[in-house]
DNA sequence: TCTGCTAACACATTTGAAAAGG
DNA sequence: ACCTTTTCAAATGTGTTAGCAG
């Protein structure tokens, strides 16, 4: 941690100590009453005095659908990952305001670890079964809106639910990587866009917004059967799994049978919840229970309940990123019984420990400033779907668990765009921000980690897809505090200037239209990024030693 | 044997183009 | 000719399941 927060400064070193005083680091849970009888969550950055009444922090990010989000979290949410993607659900949905109307605005999101654990479903519960495999490529999920103007993100509800998860680790299609039976947060980031429409110079100004609600577990298949009932009771396209009360006549109907049908994953279910139901209760005659508690559907939630608070924001300081190389992608795309064994060491809800909000926010470092080091761009922005970026740049020697250099860094929080690279160590190489259909074979010599899908690997245009990774996502963004919601927001930092005398990384020509539908591309600019042309993946290749997740 | 992953499957919803109507 | 509404097929999203692999 302490190199962690080392290369930190490293990073800082190239704002101005102005900068590092107008630092915004603290970010405040807000519940509103009227907001928490809509069953919305909202998270808002403690406003500045001195800064403009609508300046960034003191836009107020309501989740959408908290209770369903809530009924979820409580059992322990579960998010489906496939190779070739899943959404989320429920969807990530925000509603925004204290935007101001006529600033245009970037909104895009991350999912991060929440911790440094692998899971294993255990006994109903979830338990750490060790540690977390690397982390992979972080990748950003931008709204395709972006950029909009406030009056266009305060207009209705912002949705995210086109973002999908794989567990591929070469997936070519943009979506965001996640590993198997791991602990995720996911989390939206409100970025300004300058001048240029585009994000990603020292004066751009954003803020994050974390509800811990949308914590998850990825899987590969759903192991506590409470969420495969939410799911199917809520997720209009799981009606056909709908059947009576008794949830498993549509299997028997599937399989020509008159009688219900107790699927594999509900015998399993049931076994566990019996077997630790009764285990618990009775100690004994857990054979004669079985049949009495496969009828009843007791089963025991396998997440603590929400005053146990899972998602303590102590137990989630974990290595950062992990990998050095960074990719930047965009282009188009169309759009058990087993489980009682009991060697588990210690339960999810153990691997939590008490923490305040207060806590959180004054200890937040400033994760966000990585993310924001690398160049956006939505010029030529014409896909609804989105745009993604990731990040497969990694901190080698950056540990998990120093939680007290965390909490006492001083204002390492400086909430802009970097105009160096967050690390000396990495060096932006072989801009491959090309079209991907016709820079096939440049953008292939700089990126030996993501295989470069042609045109012919694009599925048909169901979703304009753009794929960017930023460097240090991982690293910077990794540690998640759990607050029922938190935000934290940076103000503007004023006539910065990168590297290449641009005003910003990411820009997007002011002439650009806002349309509903958009195609992303990207481009580079003398290091810089743009989004250009609708069918191409871009990568970018950090030049830097591989490092590995390691618990110095 | 245990555990996790994948592909195929059936069903429901969404999407978008074509047809119909005003 | 233009616009709106309706229809319908294809695409997409979903959980389940059997089988495979380490």
């Known amino acids: 941690m302490r190199l962690w927060h080392k290369m930190l400064q490293e990073k800082a070193s190239a704002v101005t100590d102005e900068c590092m005083s107008r630092v915004q680091t603290s970010v405040e849970t807000d519940l509103l009453p009227d907001q928490s009888q809509q069953g919305l969550s909202s998270a808002s950055a403690i406003p500045s005095s001195s800064e403009p009444e609508q300046s960034i922090e003191n836009i107020k990010v309501i989740l959408h659908e908290r209770e369903l989000w809530k009924k979820f979290h409580e059992v322990g949410t579960e998010m489906i990952i496939t190779k070739a993607g899943r959404r989320m659900f429920p969807s990530y949905k925000v509603k925004v305001t204290r935007m101001n109307p006529k600033t245009k605005y970037i909104l895009l999101i991350d999912i991060v670890p929440a911790d440094d654990h692998r899971y294993k479903f255990c006994d109903n519960k979830w338990m750490v079964a060790g540690k977390a495999e ?5 990748r950003l999920y931008v709204h395709p809106d972006s950029p909009a103007t406030g009056a266009h993100w305060m207009r209705q509800l912002v949705s995210f639910q086109k973002l999908k998860l794989t567990n591929n680790h070469l997936d070519p299609f943009g979506h965001i990587i996640l590993n198997s039976m791991h602990k995720y947060q996911p989390r939206l980031h409100i970025v300004k866009a300058d001048e240029n429409n585009a994000f990603g110079s020292k004066n751009t100004a954003y803020c994050t917004h974390v509800f811990h609600e949308t914590a998850f577990i990825s899987v590969t298949s759903y192991q506590n059967h409470k969420i495969t ?12 799994f709908r059947g009576s009360e008794e949830g498993d006549l549509r299997v028997s109907r599937l399989q020509g ?12 279910q049931r076994l566990i919840s019996s077997h630790s139901h009764l285990a618990g209760r009775l100690g004994a005659g857990v054979l004669a229970g079985h049949s009495q508690v496969l009828s009843s559907y007791q089963y025991e939630t396998g997440f603590p309940l929400p005053n146990s608070d899972p998602q303590d924001p102590t137990s989630n300081q974990f290595p950062q990123s992990r990998d050095p190389s960074l990719l930047y992608h ?8 087993r489980h009682l064994e009991l060697g588990c060491k210690r339960s999810y809800l153990e691997t939590s420990s008490a923490g305040t909000e207060e806590h959180y926010f004054r200890s937040a470092p400033s994760y966000e400033s990585s993310l924001l080091s690398h160049p956006y761009c939505a010029e030529g922005i014409s896909s609804r779907e989105a745009c993604m970026y990731g990040s497969m740049e990694t901190e080698s020697g950056a540990g998990a668990g120093d939680t007290d250099d965390m909490a006492n860094s001083p204002s390492i929080n400086c909430n802009v765009w970097a105009t160096v690279p967050p690390y000396p160590r990495y060096s932006v190489e072989g801009i491959a921000y090309q079209p991907f259909t016709a820079h096939f074979t440049s953008a292939a010599t700089h990126s030996p980690v993501v295989p470069h899908p042609t045109t012919s690997m694009v599925p048909r245009s169901q979703g304009d897809l753009g794929v960017y990774n930023s460097a240090s996502v991982q690293r910077d963004l990794s540690v998640i505090h759990p607050s029922s919601s938190s935000s934290s927001c940076s103000p503007v930092v004023p006539g910065s200037r990168d590297r290449s005398g641009h005003p910003s990384l990411y820009h997007k020509k002011p002439e650009s239209p806002l349309r509903p539908h958009r195609d992303f591309s990207a481009y580079p600019t003398q290091g810089s990024i743009s989004i250009r042309d609708p069918l191409c993946q871009y990568q970018v290749e950090l030049n830097s030693a591989g490092s590995h997740w390691t618990d110095s």
């Open 134 to 138: 690397p982390a992979m490529p972080g």
């Open 229 to 240: 009932q939410l799911k199917i009771e809520n997720n209009p396209f799981a009606k056909g």
């Open 257 to 268: 049978k008159e009688f219900p049908v107790i699927s594999k994953n509900m015998v399993r």
């Open 330 to 337: 965009c282009f188009k795309h169309r759009d058990n019984g």
